[in-house]
């Protein structure tokens, strides 16, 4: 397994494959933490090539059936050290047109809630073998991301006919709707 840096990448040669994301939210804002956790199926162009590649808790399986949503867990209690959302990815069903796959985790009603990444704890993406469940990579968000609402925490792409994985963590200000409106 490996314990991967912003900006590094792996190649991917499975041909299933789970993203798990996890976190912890500290208890003292009063309200439920409720992360998302979504994915944008994103053409040469950066764009989705339709609405309906946008998968998450209200989109949860894309056309092509390639990425399906484990759909929302509203507070990170799900799991106890474990994964809260998970997204299942068949790199076999990936429609041509789609050259890569932006996980994105925002929280929910941020502004309404005065909640930001800088109160969540132990916050991680996880690759994994969908079929043996054995875990590949793993990247911690462990930067102090105090101000933003929104992470983009890493990418599937496809280069050459092969898939990679790189861990981005870059952090934005905006809910789910600032990405909607990067990519659409």
Known sequence: MINLQKGQRIEIALSKVGVGLGWDPNESTGFDFDLDASAFMLGSNKKLPQDEFFVFYNNQKSPDGAVESSGDDLTGGNSDGGDDETLTVDLRKVDSRIEEIIFTVTIH??????????QVHNSYIRIYNAVTNEEIAKYDLDEDFSVETAVEFGRLY???????????????????????????
């Open 158 to 184: 496809r280069r050459n006919g092969e898939w990679k994985f790189e861990a981005m963590g870059v952090g934005y200000k905006g809910g789910l709707q600032y990405f909607v409106n990067k990519y659409a």
């Open 109 to 118: 009603e941020a502004e309404a809630r005065h909640q930001n990444f800088g």
